[in-house]
Structure formats: structure tokens, C-alpha cells
């Protein structure tokens, strides 16, 4: 199997995600999912993927946190870290999920639309205690069967939208959205004007919108 990076660089990227999330939500006060989604956003969550050493072992939590902050928002005022021993949900989200995006070599930005990272904080009951193949096997598990659902349901839902939300948002019924993540309809067969309202409400692209995520290199073994 090809991993992301090195394993050399792992241990200490994981360390650097998690402290990273840590230091989002303790320090800065500001929610996981959102902050995340800055993460992303910046060339730190593609170089870091990559395990680029300036960002894996180079910089600590907080100042990853720092530097999306202030390449997606301006500079922020200096917090200083706060230290303890226990380490929350946020922190070992960071850490199973940086060593899963280097285990499968999936980017982030897919593992996220399929298990946002809100999603993966609420699994740390009972997998922080475990292994953390168990948690790469629960990981496999979801990313394999949303390969089965919808691509508008996942949008959808990491957009943080109800069904009904998003028909009001863009005038497409509810009924007819239900349809379409249910495959009773297919969206690949819907009117152009249909399918460009749905990405508009889900600020996505029309091509976004009807792709099926490539998860081909999850395999059913570890081999």
C-alpha cells in the first residue's frame, strides 16, 4: 500500500493536527467544523497531506492554527497555548485523522466530504481508547458505503443543510431533492436549470455536484 508521506513524519504530524485542532477550539474558541474548513481551504492542508516537513514536523499546533487564521482571515491576536495533560476530542480527531489521510493517502478535503471532521470528533467514544486500526476500520466502513449514497445528500449534509433548507434556498422541492438522494431520479439526467440552482445552494461546482468521490484505493484487505 502507498501511504501519503514517510512514516518517519508521522508520529509528529499527527501530533501537529491534533495540537493544531486543540489549540482552534480551546484557545481560540472557535468551532471545529468551521475552523477545519479554513484548513482546507489553505495550501497548509495540501502541503501537510503531502508531508512536507515545514508543516509535519516544522511548526506546532498552534502555530498551524495561527498561520490558517491569518491566511484566511488576517492577522489574529497572540494566544498563548494552553497546556495539560488531558487531551480533548478535538486533539485526537486531529491526530486519527491525520494518521488515516496518511494511512489511505486520501487528501483531507475528500475525507472530509464524505466524515467531517464534527462527525469524526463525535467517534471519540469509544475509538480513542482503542487501536487506531479500529478506528481506520470504522473509517473504511463509512467512506465505502457513502460511495452508495448520493453525492447531492453528502453535499447536502457537509453543507449543513436539511432537505427543506435546501429547497428554499434554491426552489427545487423537497419531494424532487428526496428523489434525487435516493436515487429513484438520477441528477446526472436533471434539467441543466435544476442542477445548477442545487450547486448555487450548496456553493459548489455544477461538476462537484454530480461526481461520485473516487475512494478506489480503500481496499477490502490490508495487503
Not at 491526530?95 to 466530504?113: C, G, M
Request: proline letters at 4%; one cysteine or more; hydrophobic letters at 40%.
Amino acid at each position: 500500500m502507498m501511504h501519503a508521506y514517510s512514516e518517519l513524519y508521522l508520529s509528529a504530524a499527527q501530533k501537529a493536527l491534533g495540537g493544531m485542532m486543540q489549540y482552534a477550539v480551546r484557545d481560540l474558541n472557535l468551532e471545529a467544523g468551521d475552523f477545519y474548513v479554513l484548513f482546507l481551504s489553505t495550501e497548509i492542508a495540501y502541503g501537510f497531506g503531502k508531508g512536507e516537513p515545514k508543516y509535519t514536523v516544522g511548526m506546532s499546533g498552534a502555530e498551524i492554527a495561527r498561520e490558517v487564521i491569518r491566511l484566511t482571515k488576517g492577522e489574529i491576536e497572540e494566544t498563548v497555548p494552553s497546556y495539560s495533560d488531558f487531551k480533548p476530542p478535538e486533539y485526537w480527531a486531529g491526530w486519527a485523522v491525520a494518521y488515516y489521510e496518511w494511512y489511505r493517502n486520501i487528501p483531507f478535503r475528500k475525507i472530509n466530504e464524505v466524515v467531517p471532521m464534527d462527525e469524526i470528533i463525535s467517534m471519540y467514544d469509544p475509538y480513542h481508547e482503542a487501536d487506531i486500526t479500529k478506528f481506520t476500520f470504522e473509517m473504511d466502513r463509512r467512506m465505502k458505503d457513502s460511495d452508495a449514497a448520493s453525492q447531492l445528500a453528502r453535499l447536502r449534509a457537509y453543507a449543513g443543510l436539511t432537505q427543506k433548507m435546501l429547497a428554499e434556498r434554491t426552489g427545487v422541492s423537497v419531494r424532487m431533492i428526496e428523489q434525487y438522494e435516493q436515487r429513484k431520479k438520477d441528477l446526472r439526467h436533471a434539467s441543466v436549470d435544476t442542477v445548477y440552482r442545487l450547486a448555487t445552494g450548496l456553493h459548489c461546482s455544477v461538476e462537484d455536484l454530480i461526481a461520485v468521490p473516487d475512494l478506489r484505493n480503500i481496499q477490502d484487505s490490508d495487503s
